[in-house]
């Protein structure tokens, strides 16, 4: 990467550069090749965020099977993240992750799983875990609220078994010709999945992510406190493919001794460490053992920490400089936070970053773990919160005794309660992702890049006034 005109004296973010257009040869977008060349095995630099409202299994299942990556967070207790590890790695790489209900299921309950959205739905069982049939989500929002789920399953059940559908052309083109807008998907009497036309198409443009057994990769995030090397072990012995030691202070002497207590159980598994802002954070954490260090303090869309203690930096700058360092002694960095458009996550990756972690944008996702809510004007939403907020230090140290609890929460950063609205058009964490990824391969064309070791070889970057920002900016109605 390189500045169109003079390098800055002043740190930018995101919003200050724009990337220039060079001479390509990159004749389609589809050709351009988004694996994020690190230890993770990601085709999609794409990571959710280690936030209690943002990932847990099902999201973390859709990423890795369109070639992302999502971190389970710290937060949950070890059992339920073992758990969900094994949920996650017993997930088809193949096809969605079901929403099974029980047949006595209310629709009223249902509504709270589900936005009454196209291509997506449930499968309904019975009290032995038989198949019922597939009920669409789109019923929910004529069925009467006391509904049972079973009694509204009707007709021909669209059910296909995977012998059929043996590649990806072949499963768009049965659902297609079927006029199946969400259909089951079976081995034998064994349920594997569901699948709409459109998740059908994405098998034909993203690669799973997945481990040498051609499981689904998922990362879980470990504190520096405590018995790390201890949950480092279950960890790496459950299944977890990435360990993110994580917490808001990455360059610190805790996290250096976290770090090597997890290379005390494992020299080669793939650990991540941060989050750092400089050279010399990455540097440390490198040397303790990080193979790829996270990058951001204060970006977030939930953090107030730049406002509560002025500490941070301009995220772009910030990845440029970890960027250059790391990839110097053999290192990676994931960019962390601040993100709200495509254009930020291709400006990223054109400052060196081998993927992205994202956050609030998937809060408000079908696949997130939050229930769908629906406010005063009827509009639905997931809840989110920042994770060094009031709300998340509440749930960290519910243990501790009341005294403790109460001069921890002194310190408490962030946004305890914010509406992520569901949009009825793009519901699922797979509709943001295509969205992301057309706009960042789309940037790596006019970067004349067909991969991103080239992207960030051949990237320019001009600079901006809050002006010239404005001006790219669509226009919803006329002037």
């Not at 509504?111 to 597939?134: I, S, T």
């Not at 002497?253 to 159980?265: G, K, P, T, Y």
């Not at 869309?301 to 941070?312: D, E, I, K, Q, W």
């Not at 994202?358 to 004007?377: F, H, K, M, N, Y």
């Amino acid at each position: 990467m390189r500045f169109y005109d003079s390098r800055p004296q002043y740190d930018l973010t995101y919003s200050d550069v724009f990337l220039i257009p060079s001479r390509s040869e990159v004749g389609s977008r589809l050709r351009v090749d988004l694996a994020s060349d690190d230890v993770t095995g990601m085709t999609t630099p794409i990571v959710a965020a280690n936030m209690n409202a943002v990932t847990g299994p099902r999201l973390a299942a859709s990423l890795a099977r369109r070639g992302g990556l999502g971190v389970l967070p710290q937060d949950m207790d070890q059992q339920s993240l073992l758990e969900a590890v094994a949920w996650v790695k017993a997930r088809s790489s193949r096809f969605a992750s079901p929403f099974l209900v029980d047949a006595d299921l209310r629709v009223e309950q249902a509504k709270r799983m589900l936005p009454p959205a196209e291509g997506h739905g449930f499968v309904v069982q019975d009290a032995h875990g038989g198949f019922v049939g597939m009920l669409s989500a789109t019923v929910l929002s004529r069925a009467l609220d006391d509904a049972r789920l079973g009694d509204l399953v009707h007709g021909d059940q669209p059910v296909l078994q995977q012998s059929e559908v043996p590649d990806a052309e072949t499963l768009f083109n049965a659902l297609h010709d079927r006029a199946y807008q969400l259909a089951a998907v079976f081995d034998g009497d064994r349920l594997l999945g569901t699948v709409n036309q459109k998740q059908a198409m994405r098998s034909t443009v993203y690669r799973p992510n997945v481990d040498a057994q051609g499981r689904l990769r998922v990362a879980a995030a470990i504190g520096i406190n405590g018995d790390v090397a201890g949950r480092a072990e279950a960890f790496i012995a459950a299944g977890v493919d990435v360990l993110v030691v994580d917490t808001a202070h990455g360059h610190q002497i805790q996290m250096l001794q976290a770090l090597e207590a997890v290379r005390s159980v494992s020299k080669t598994h793939a650990v991540v460490a941060g989050n750092v802002v400089t050279a010399q954070g990455v540097e440390d954490l490198v040397s303790a053992g990080a193979d790829i260090v996270k990058v951001g303090v204060g970006p977030g869309a939930m953090c107030t920490t730049r406002m509560m203690t002025s500490v941070g930096r301009p995220q772009f700058s910030a990845v440029l400089e970890a960027a250059t360092t790391a990839r110097s002694i053999g290192a990676g960095v994931w960019a962390d936070g601040g993100v709200r458009y495509p254009r930020d996550v291709a400006l990223a990756l054109a400052a060196g970053a081998n993927a992205v972690m994202i956050g609030s944008w998937l809060a408000g996702t079908i696949e997130s773990p939050g229930v769908v809510e629906r406010d005063q004007t009827g509009r639905l939403f997931k809840r989110n919160y920042g994770m060094a907020s009031s709300k998340a230090v509440a749930g960290r140290f519910a243990k501790l005794t009341p005294l403790e609890r109460a001069r921890k929460s002194i310190f408490s950063e962030g946004i305890s309660d914010s509406k992520l609205y569901i949009d009825p058009l793009t519901p699922s964490s797979e509709d943001i992702l295509d969205q992301i990824t057309a706009g960042v391969r789309s940037a790596a064309t006019y970067a004349g890049a067909g991969d991103l070791a080239a992207f960030r070889e051949r990237a320019t970057i001009g600079i901006q006034s809050a002006a010239g920002y404005e001006e790219g900016r669509a226009l919803p109605e006329s002037w």
